[in-house]
């Protein structure tokens, strides 16, 4: 158990750039998920903390103490990989019991110790076969273990879910956090997977081309996104984001104009064009404009169900854009409707930095 | 015409492909029979008319006793020269194997400044012949040999098993790189984390996943040490078999049949490892990493 500062990392990969000044705490005890697209530079982040590469520049920092330079081995840390990497020539047993015999630990405390890890997660059976005789989420459950039983510091996972099957993704999903909550262990997890970030994390940072564009909980991340990156990336469907010019009074988006309400124009503050952003599921489509919300004329264009909810397509001219609505209400393609989103729910960006804008 | 499964070849081409096979390979089992036969006979066996042969283990005998003619005097210790070419093959064998699969690994895995030219030269020495090598292997061997003749004979084992595994280095640390090369990096990456380092990581992790490109390349270098002849000849001071067999040959008293025993016990571990090591060459182990 250890907290992890991360000091203005810069990773180059050669001429390339993987990570570009990230600064992170972590807290002792916190489960921590590393979001972002591939190529974002989440996984190398992981890589630097593990001490499977060094920084270029900058410090990483487990409880205070200084571990930039030392090598994997001496940092104690677990990590279960995207593909599991289990040791293919060894019984599961043996895969498990491997960082202990490095170790040099005694037989005893080796039996004891990886019995009780494969108690914990239900593996004690499969304990005399060989990896390729398991299943995925069984090959899953030993490449924890192996993390696991040397009682590492900081436990690290690599997208460990990506290679399951989407229902048993969910119950490892559940399992993992309650796992990493009973053991109070340090954890840094990587994923691209922007559900699976929300429904696991006590807090997400969101990584876009080698730069952290914003860290928080969940529900920071998903109702107060900080950059259209974060806006335009989280949820399914994820947030709408549509420019829009601002002639000191009045809104414009393509050619459908509509008064700006006082609330925000503190927010604007004279800027000539915007960001505007809603969530899906905070838009309404009716056949008027309701009071304390911003409507604009659309059109719908396609109908997608989702059983409970239903995606409804709808273009303003050119742009389109994705609204969540319950099954209940019908809606035909072709139907003139206005989009209705009340004015709380309404995010604003700085449309040249991407950046949000606050109420100062 | 009938569909089958995919792996599954229709019977008619499984016979065609076995007779083109077999027909190709008569010429060696005929000649490799003759040779057996002949060491087995009471002269040797050149045709199929077998009125004359008589069946008889006395070459056999004679060989063991080490009397290479069947009159005469002249007595040779077989089994010295057996334990001769063991020297030298196994040392071939073990000096290939360790070059082949610390320098592949270093190659796969370790950028260095340099490698690519490692890797070709490497390639150009694998194309040159030993044959055409052994002047300045030779020059090498006068510069550095001992001048007595005791600490020579030593030096010449030393130096024969050198020399010739430099000619299989090259295809084995080739063959070795594209083993590793196939290694996922996560394998290697969890046994670091898991606190192996770097040499037990090969040694404990990566050398068993390619235990099949291992024993290979010791198979490779034993019967190359095995059935080297030029190096021997030029730099060994004793003898093995193969220098016997290639000495006697040319002597006045040769009794061919005996020589055709000599031969056949010279024969027996390159069948003998080829038998064995066929199965384990298909051994691959798989499972347990996902690509």
Not at chain 1, 187 to 192: F, I
Not at chain 1, 195 to 218: F, Y
Not at chain 1, 237 to 252: Q, S, Y
Not at chain 2, 248 to 262: D, G, I, K
Request: aromatic letters at 10%; hydrophobic letters at 50%; glycine letters at 6%.
């Amino acid at each position: 158990m250890a907290s992890i500062v991360l000091e203005n990392i810069t990773k180059k990969f050669g001429k390339v750039t993987a990570l570009d000044g990230v600064n992170l705490q972590i807290d002792d005890g916190e489960f921590i998920v590393l979001l972002g697209p591939s190529g974002s530079g989440k996984t190398t982040l992981m890589y630097l903390i593990a001490g499977i590469y060094r920084p270029t520049s900058g410090r990483i920092l487990f409880d205070g103490r200084d571990v930039t330079n030392l090598p994997p081995k001496e940092r104690n840390v677990g990590l279960v990989f995207q593909n599991w990497a289990l040791y293919p020539h060894m019984k599961v047993f043996d895969n498990i019991a491997f960082p202990l015999t490095l170790k040099k630990a005694d037989k005893n405390t080796i039996q004891q110790r990886v019995h009780e890890v494969a108690n914990m997660l239900r593996i004690e059976a499969l304990l005399d076969r060989y990896p390729w005789q398991l299943s995925g989420g069984q090959q899953q459950r030993v490449a924890i273990a192996r993390a696991l039983v040397k009682q590492p510091q900081i436990l690290l996972f690599d997208e460990p879910l990506s290679n399951l099957d989407a229902l048993l993704r969910i119950g490892v999903r559940t399992e993992l956090k309650r796992l990493q909550k009973d053991l109070k262990i340090t954890s840094v997890y990587v994923t691209h997977d922007q559900a699976e970030a929300l429904a696991i994390a006590d807090r997400i940072a969101v990584i876009n081309n080698g730069k952290l564009i914003q860290v928080g909980t969940p529900n920071e991340i998903y109702y107060n996104p900080r950059h259209t990156f974060v806006a335009g990336f989280v949820g399914n469907p994820p947030a709408n984001l549509l420019n829009a010019e601002f002639d000191g009074t009045r809104l414009t988006i393509e050619t459908k104009t509509f008064q700006a309400p006082a609330e925000l124009l503190q927010r604007i503050s004279g800027r000539r064009r915007i960001v505007l952003g809603f969530r899906p599921e905070k838009g309404s489509l009716l056949d008027h404009i309701t009071e304390n919300a911003v409507g604009i004329e659309v059109q719908v264009y396609e109908v997608e169900s989702m059983g409970r909810e239903q995606i409804v397509t709808v273009s303003i001219e050119q742009t389109m854009v994705k609204v969540l609505r319950p099954s209940e209400e019908k809606f035909q393609v072709g139907q003139r409707l206005f989009l209705c989103v009340d004015i709380k729910d309404l995010m604003l960006f700085d449309f040249d930095t991407n950046e949000a804008l606050d109420v100062r | 015409m009938s569909l089958g499964d995919v792996e599954v070849r229709s019977k008619s081409r499984q016979i065609f492909y076995s007779i083109i096979l077999i027909a190709l390979s008569v010429p060696v089992i005929v000649a490799f029979s003759m040779l057996v036969l002949s060491s087995f006979a009471n002269q040797m066996v050149t045709n199929f008319d077998f009125s004359k042969v008589r069946f008889t283990f006395k070459n056999w005998q004679l060989l063991f006793q080490g009397r290479i003619a069947i009159t005469g005097g002249l007595r040779e210790n077989i089994f010295l020269y057996l334990i001769n070419t063991a020297i030298v093959a196994f040392g071939v064998a073990i000096v290939t194997t360790l070059v082949g699969t610390l320098s592949g690994y270093a190659i796969s895995r370790i950028r260095f400044r340099g490698r690519r030219f490692v890797l070709l030269m490497m390639l150009m020495l694998h194309a040159l012949p030993g044959s055409i090598l052994i002047v300045g292997v030779y020059f090498l061997y006068r510069l550095w040999m001992p001048t007595s003749l005791n600490a020579l004979r030593y030096f010449s084992f030393f130096y024969v098993i050198v020399a010739r595994a430099a000619l299989e280095v090259p295809l084995s640390v080739w063959l070795m790189k594209g083993f590793f090369d196939l290694l996922p990096w996560e394998v290697e990456w969890s046994a670091l984390v898991d606190g192996a380092s770097r040499l037990k990581t090969w040694a404990k992790i990566m050398m068993p996943l390619i235990k099949p490109g291992v024993v290979a390349i010791l198979i490779f270098g034993f019967l190359a040490g095995w059935q080297d002849i030029i190096y021997v000849r030029t730099f060994l001071i004793d003898k093995t078999l193969a220098t016997f067999i290639e000495s006697n040959l040319e002597s006045e008293m040769a009794y061919m049949p005996l020589l055709a025993a000599a031969a056949t016990l010279y024969l027996l571990p390159t069948i003998f490892f080829y038998i064995s090591s066929q199965k384990l060459l298909f051994k691959v182990y798989a499972g347990g990493i996902r690509r």
